[in-house]
């Protein structure tokens, strides 16, 4: 994860989705997560799918990273530093009830939930370097997946929950891999002497969303869910990365550079109606629908 944490943090966006009750009702606003720093240290943040009604949900002077949504919608795992080192954390969807989930010396980040919201994978350099784990919800059983010298981070699930995406810098600059949930067939799917991260499974597992510097900056591509047709979907010059798909696959948000200091931007699918959502002089990032 190093590559792109140096021009813009992981941008994660959570969509929290309101219960429908009997005949009539109407579904609460989309929201999306995201890590800012407007109030002087970075906060877990929620607002509209329209930018508006920006909210912190958490509340901490260290710096918290990384939203993650619950599948049901009803927690959001995200990182933290406020014991000292990085560690997993979950809260309710409102913020409250912020409990610890993983306690070990070294750095554990990037939560990522399983479809079925069983469990949940992330990084950590536990074992001297940056591998992908699993663990149950709870905390227990944590177990890793990679087992490779090399650098894994950045784990998303397929939608099926059959298969975790992650990047890697075992070959070239970075790559993007896909390995099966249990960590066997680890394969490269990008294959590219530039750096390929930040991978993120349509809703429709058909596709794969990432971050490339295979043009001379950080734009966002579309590939399919084996690595054929890798297609520029963003073509600014400026920074570009982090994208977070939108349930229904319609719209892709992510965290770009190209006004103020970074910014959260969504667009269509296919790459139209690119629009600031943020529009802050503070760092936006990590958006999850």
């Known amino acids: 994860m190093r590559h792109k944490a140096a021009v813009c943090l992981v941008v994660t966006l959570v969509v929290l989705i ?60 995200f990182d933290s530093d406020r014991d000292g080192n990085r560690e997993i954390y979950v809260m309710e969807a409102d913020g409250s009830d912020q409990s610890r989930l993983t306690a070990n010396s070294t750095s554990d980040h990037s939560p990522a939930w399983s479809p079925d919201g069983s469990q949940i994978a992330f990084a950590t350099d ?12 709870d905390g227990t059983n944590q177990t890793n997946l990679t087992s490779n010298p090399a650098d894994d981070y950045d784990p998303a699930w397929s939608p099926d929950g059959s298969q975790i995406a992650f990047a890697t810098d075992r070959v070239f600059d970075d790559e ?16 590219h002497s530039a750096y390929d991260g930040s991978p993120a499974w349509s809703p429709d597992g058909s596709q794969i969303a990432f971050a490339s510097y295979r043009d001379g900056n950080y734009e966002i591509y579309l590939m399919g869910a084996d690595g054929t047709n890798p297609s520029n979907v963003t073509s600014n ?14 719209r892709i948000a992510f965290a770009t550079d190209r006004v103020f200091d970074d910014e959260i931007y969504v667009m269509a699918a296919d790459g139209t109606n690119q629009t600031n959502l943020t529009n802050h002089s503070a760092y936006d990032g990590s958006p999850a629908w």
Do not use: K
């Open 237 to 250: 010059p400026a920074d570009d990365c982090d994208p977070a798909w939108s349930p229904h696959g319609s």
């Open 18 to 77: 309101g219960g429908c009750g009997g005949t009539g009702t109407v579904l609460a606003p989309r929201r999306i997560a995201f890590t800012t720093d407007r109030d002087g240290d970075y906060e877990i943040y929620v607002m509209d799918a329209d930018g508006s009604n920006p909210t912190n949900l958490t509340h901490s002077s260290p710096a918290d990273h990384h939203p993650a949504r619950s599948p049901d919608g009803s927690q959001i795992a």
């Open 176 to 191: 993007i891999y896909v390995m099966a949930a249990d960590g066997t067939n680890q394969t490269n799917l990008t294959n």
């Open 126 to 137: 536990r074992d001297g370097d940056y591998e992908i784990y699993v663990m149950d919800a």
